[in-house]
């Protein structure tokens, strides 16, 4: 029997967040809803959305990794790469921009076309087929009337359904947490403790770029009255003595055109930082260890000479002892809550 037109009113989401934490923003079009949130966790692991009905979002963002990809970069659902590894969807509902190298991402709603219709390279290749894929999608249709008011199935509503999941998955459970915000002394062992005091060091510069309790700079919400600096170029590459990339990858400049933005990506979270690996944008770099060690070195290979290098990135002295404490007080950041 379908819904009638007395459904139930969609019921407000309560956002699982501590006491003292900002509640993230949220489109006035699309509030969030218990309703659309469980319609949008469907969706996000069900094949049919692709075209080939091989892959769903949790393809490519699996809960195991901190909804990430163990794959240096993801494939497509038709086999293609994509350029760049997969992030972690870990509190992206506090982004204030979106995917690795965009400044014009203004919400998840934005962002999540990009995978769904995106056609070079093919993601999951809705672009051309989507009355097809529609139509697979009619057993939710009670659970849309629900969520959107009787509204039917269709891609604006897919996309809102989609969103609301992801920003519903907020991870505020790590030992760091409980020793930083829940005054539990305990919950820190002292390598990380020291491991943290270097994080925040003018020695490091670690917080920078991973500032905030969402350690990004890359972030939005009713605390942070300032627009902070989200895409730095690290020095990983510079492949003409100009500061260009590798693989033709340049990063924002893709996006703004602009040569002085080459090289520059997006600062992403540290929480759950331990599970998802490989890191940065191009997966290229496997463990937490070598991370430090770029960083220490001032960038990698030829990088380290990148004239459009972030100033924060100039290398730094550090001893094996240092380096442990500051992986553990990285690993600290990571949520078992969060992927269980």
């Known amino acids: 029997m379908g819904v009638g037109a007395c459904s139930p009113k969609p019921t407000p989401y309560e956002w699982q967040i501590p006491p003292g934490f900002p509640a993230p923003n949220v489109p006035e079009d699309n509030p969030m809803t218990v309703e659309k949130v469980t319609l949008g966790e469907k969706l996000f692991n069900d094949v049919r959305l692709s075209v080939?009905?091989?892959?769903?979002?949790?393809?490519?963002h699996l809960k195991s990794f901190a909804f990430s990809d163990p794959k240096k970069v993801s494939i497509g659902t038709?086999?293609?790469?994509?350029?760049?590894?997969?992030m972690a969807l870990v509190n992206v509902a506090y982004n204030g921009s979106?995917?690795?190298?965009?400044?014009?991402?203004?919400?998840?709603?934005?962002?999540?076309?990009?995978?769904?219709?995106?056609?070079?390279?093919?993601?999951?290749?809705?672009?051309?087929?989507?009355?097809?894929?529609?139509?697979?999608l009619e057993e939710y249709e009670d659970e849309f009337a629900l969520a959107f008011d009787n509204a039917e199935v269709d891609f604006d509503n897919i996309v809102k359904a989609l969103a609301s999941y992801v920003?519903?998955?907020?991870?505020?459970?790590?030992?760091f947490d409980r020793?930083?915000?829940?005054?539990?002394?305990?919950a820190l062992s002292e390598s990380a403790i020291r491991g943290m005091d270097l994080f925040f060091s003018e020695k490091?510069?670690?917080?920078?770029?991973?500032?905030?309790f969402n350690f990004t700079q890359s972030s939005k919400h009713a605390f942070q009255k300032l627009d902070l600096v989200s895409f730095h170029n690290t020095g990983l590459y510079n492949e003409d003595e100009k500061g260009s990339y590798a693989n033709g990858d340049q990063g924002l400049a893709d996006i703004t055109f602009n040569d002085a933005h080459r090289g520059k990506f997006r600062a992403p979270t540290l929480r759950n930082i331990e599970l998802?690996?490989?890191?940065?944008?191009?997966?290229?770099?496997?463990?937490?260890?070598?991370?430090?060690?770029?960083?220490?070195?001032?960038?990698?290979?030829?990088?380290?000479?990148?004239p459009l290098k972030s100033p924060f990135v100039q290398g730094f002295d550090i001893t094996e002892e240092e380096k442990q404490d500051l992986i553990n007080f990285l690993t600290s950041l990571t949520d078992e809550s969060f992927v269980e």
């Open 52 to 60: 080939n009905e091989q892959q769903s979002c949790a393809s490519c």
């Open 78 to 86: 038709t086999g293609e790469a994509l350029a760049r590894n997969s």
């Open 98 to 136: 979106f995917t690795w190298a965009h400044n014009g991402l203004g919400s998840l709603e934005k962002q999540i076309l990009i995978p769904l219709f995106n056609e070079e390279p093919i993601e999951m290749g809705v672009s051309g087929f989507e009355t097809e894929i529609l139509a697979r």
């Open 167 to 175: 920003r519903s998955l907020t991870s505020f459970n790590s030992d």
């Open 179 to 186: 020793y930083a915000y829940f005054n539990d002394d305990s």
């Open 204 to 212: 490091l510069e670690c917080f920078h770029c991973h500032g905030g």
């Open 276 to 306: 998802s690996a490989p890191y940065m944008h191009d997966g290229s770099v496997a463990t937490l260890s070598e991370v430090i060690d770029i960083y220490a070195a001032g960038g990698r290979g030829d990088g380290i000479n990148n």
